[in-house]
């Protein structure tokens, strides 16, 4: 083998390598992006869902003290 093929063998595979890591590259921006959107989403399930919750607690307080007021005149009846 002489010097000049031995050098395109190593050019070629040099090639080959930096074509590989370009293409892995390629592939981890599309995971980064498709993540990327999966958190997005999950963050918005995330804060709907606090939304949620919030106006469930808030259901609550206004039921425990209609409760409370109701209770409150039974009291007064059996005065």
């Known amino acids: 083998m002489n010097t000049t093929t031995g050098d ?3 050019f070629q595979i ?4 930096i074509e590989g890591l370009i293409e892995k590259i390629r592939t ?5 992006e498709s993540l990327a959107e999966k958190a ?3 963050e918005e399930k995330l804060a709907d869902q606090s939304e949620q919750i919030l106006r469930l607690k808030e259901s ?3 039921a ?4 409370i007021s109701l209770l409150e005149k039974i009291e ?3 005065i």
């Open 8 to 10: 395109i063998d190593q």
């Open 14 to 17: 040099l090639e080959e390598k």
């Open 40 to 42: 997005q989403i999950q």
């Open 28 to 32: 981890l921006k599309k995971e980064k």
């Open 60 to 62: 609550r307080d206004g």
């Open 76 to 78: 007064q009846i059996e």
């Open 64 to 67: 425990k003290q209609r409760i």
